[in-house]
């Protein structure tokens, strides 16, 4: 099963950028759905984006639309989060996530593999 470990994590800034890598060695990466969730401070855990396996499908929670990007390096076996125009209520603990299925909802029971996460605190 594959293992996923989250990095680039951070204090940020409002309206600043942020990239999260999350790395496997995972030898079938490429048959992975892949997901970026997150968990703000009392708050349920939430989809953030989704992709599936190939990448042609992504999809995104209403409150990252426009400003986060999902996207994977096959060959380094990596999924990354780009965050743009970051406020504070994106502050929050965030997950990677792969499941051999795809998620059309992005939800976190479609997952079954998970990282432990990496804190993001945007604030000035």
């Known amino acids: 099963q594959p293992q996923l470990v989250e990095s680039g994590g951070g204090l940020v800034q409002p309206g600043g950028s942020l990239t999260l890598p999350c790395a496997t060695s995972?030898?079938?990466?490429?048959?992975?759905?892949l997901g970026w969730f997150r968990q703000a401070p009392g708050k349920w855990r939430e989809g953030a984006a989704c992709?599936?396996?190939?990448?042609?499908?992504?999809v995104y929670v209403d409150s990252v639309k426009g400003r986060f990007t999902i996207s994977r390096g096959n060959a380094k076996k990596t999924v990354y989060l780009r965050m743009d125009d970051l406020t504070p209520e994106d502050t929050a603990v965030y997950y990677c996530?792969?499941?051999?299925?795809?998620?059309?909802?992005?939800?976190?029971?479609?997952?079954?593999?998970w990282g432990e996460g990496t804190q993001v605190t945007v604030s000035s």
């Open positions: 992709m599936d396996s190939t990448g042609s499908t992504t």
């Open positions: 995972e030898f079938a990466w490429g048959l992975y759905a």
């Open positions: 996530a792969a499941d051999l299925w795809p998620s059309e909802n992005c939800i976190q029971t479609d997952f079954a593999y």
